[in-house]
């Protein structure tokens, strides 16, 4: 047998037939009465529940404004469970999971609610055996983090116990550019430790975003082509085919691009051109993702390599929809983008010379997101011209939403007499593939919490060299005047296509 198939008997190796089940622990929600809590948080945390991987004695906490009681935040998270949950209903698990919530009312600049927070979250080590583990998530917006940050560490939340973890989850935006980031970054690191700290782009917990590096690293075909030699362009998309009706608030002047580009998209281009790290050890796997990101830049001249654009009111799926300025609690000269595209280079030695074109947008043509490796063409082909017409470029599209998958387009003779080349593709899609249906991200997402994994959750560094990239595309859009108009239902506007056009490139149609 060779040296390379022997297993080491001393070796400890854990049954990968068995899923880590988090020790015992309390989740602390501040924003409970958000979106996001009803329709991410609290369902994927009864989702881990269903799956056995929550301790018996989990605790769900709440801390909000309402007058509620406990049963009426259990009342809230029944109903959050019931219409947004992935995994069937159990009443077992319920009544399990209900036993552990309880609710803290107050506001953030509160001291007294704080402390009533600390004396809950004492109760939950007593009652529930929390073992002093509790994670708060900070599902609010960026300003209120000095003041819940503040109010956790005078009352006494943040400090470590003996032989217990405190942690903090913080949702994006990391700031609103470079220095606002380096401002929130330090504000954080004040309280919390930075390995302590998990800062979530639920992006890079979905199954076709870590299948990326099992393609990469686990075969052996794709790799020896992974570089300049032989792609010629990367796109990677994040298109949505609804608007921004109610979100006003949070999404005028902040635009596609600081809400998308800087931690979904360049966090994907990363993990498409990051080298082969030594090992998928958290510390590895961002020393790579780190390279990449400083290896990266936009490139100019702006006016050339990127486009933004305002979509404008049409016709969508059979329904007339408004444009962004019809929208309410948008200003009628509000420059803020709804579209933002841009090209980014990667000077090292595998990328040099690939441009990778980023693009997201709201009320595009349909929901999708992709990454997509362009192949440069074969660079003889011994067949008649009329024989390849319709022959494209080979493609490796890795799909993350809706239908998460991969598919390999490639040439293939047409059958009949004559020698006919067109494009085919081969399609593997994970709910034909495997009998159990993908987790949500948040379930990866809050389970790696909960068990101290840090591998998928961006830090300090990585925040700002991706804001490194984009300030000097967003202080350019700031200095000439508004965005283009495009209509809804389509795929952005003209000056995205020409932005690609100038390298003989187009964009895909998803």
């Not at 966090?267 to 958290?282: C, G, I, N, V």
């Not at 595998?350 to 709201?362: D, I, Q, S």
């Not at 074969?378 to 009329?386: E, G, I, K, S, Y």
């Not at 379930?443 to 998928?456: A, F, M, Y």
Request: hydrophobic share 40%.
């Amino acid at each position: 047998m060779a040296a390379a198939q022997r297993k080491n008997p001393l070796r400890d190796e854990r049954d990968k037939r068995l899923p880590r089940i988090a020790g015992p622990c309390s989740v602390v929600i501040f924003g409970v009465t958000g979106d996001l809590s009803r329709k991410k948080l609290m369902p994927a945390i009864y989702d881990l529940a269903n799956r056995g991987l929550l301790p018996p004695g989990f605790a769900l906490v709440g801390f909000a404004r309402r007058d509620w009681e406990d049963e009426d935040f259990g009342q809230v998270v029944y109903e959050a469970v019931k219409e947004h949950a992935r995994t069937p209903f159990r009443q077992e698990v319920w009544d399990r999971l209900a036993e552990g919530c309880r609710f803290v009312q107050g506001s953030f600049d509160d001291p007294e609610a704080f402390h009533t927070l600390a004396r809950t979250v004492k109760e939950l080590d007593e009652e529930r055996g929390t073992g002093g583990n509790h994670a708060f998530y900070l599902s609010i917006p960026p300003g209120a983090f000095p003041t819940v940050l503040q109010g956790l560490q005078t009352s006494g939340l943040t400090d470590q116990e003996s032989g217990g973890w405190r942690r903090v989850v913080i949702e994006k935006p990391f700031g609103h550019d470079l220095r606002s980031a380096k401002e929130l970054n330090g504000i954080v690191n004040e309280v919390f430790p930075e390995e302590s700290v998990f800062r979530i782009d639920h992006y890079l917990g979905k199954e076709t975003v870590q299948n990326i590096l099992a393609a990469r690293f686990a075969n052996q075909f794709f790799e020896p082509i992974w570089n300049a030699n032989y792609v010629d362009h990367v796109q990677i998309t994040m298109a949505e085919d609804i608007g921004l009706g109610g979100r006003a608030g949070y999404y005028d002047g902040i635009g596609a691009a600081r809400d998308v580009i800087q931690n979904h998209l360049l966090q994907l281009m990363a993990l498409t051109a990051m080298e082969e790290p030594l090992s998928f050890s958290p510390r590895a796997l961002r020393a790579e993702k780190a390279k990449v990101l400083n290896a990266a830049h936009a490139v100019t001249p702006f006016e050339e390599t990127t486009a933004r654009g305002q979509y404008l009111g049409g016709w969508q799926g059979g329904e007339k929809v408004p444009g962004l300025l019809q929208e309410g609690g948008f200003a009628k000269d509000s420059v803020t983008e709804t579209y933002a595209a841009i090209t980014v280079a990667v000077d090292n030695r595998r990328w040099a010379g690939v441009p990778f074109y980023l693009r997201t947008g709201k009320r595009l043509g349909r929901r999708v997101t992709e990454i997509a490796v362009v192949f440069k063409r074969a660079p003889h082909l011994p067949f008649d011209d009329t024989s390849t017409e319709e022959l494209g470029q080979n493609a490796l599209v890795f799909r993350v939403q809706p239908d998460e998958g991969v598919t390999m387009r490639f040439g293939s003779k047409v059958p009949g007499n004559a020698m006919e080349v067109r494009d085919v593709t081969m399609d593997f899609s994970y709910g034909h593939a495997f009998t159990e249906s993908s987790p949500e991200a948040y379930e990866r997402l809050i389970l790696d919490v909960l068990l101290g994994e840090p591998s998928l959750f961006p830090v300090n560094e990585e925040v700002e060299l991706s804001w490194e990239i984009l300030d000097p595309v967003l202080a350019h859009w700031a200095a000439n005047g508004k965005p283009e108009g495009y209509r809804a239902g389509s795929w952005g506007p003209e000056s995205a296509n020409e932005m690609l056009a100038r390298n003989g490139h187009e964009w895909r149609r998803p």
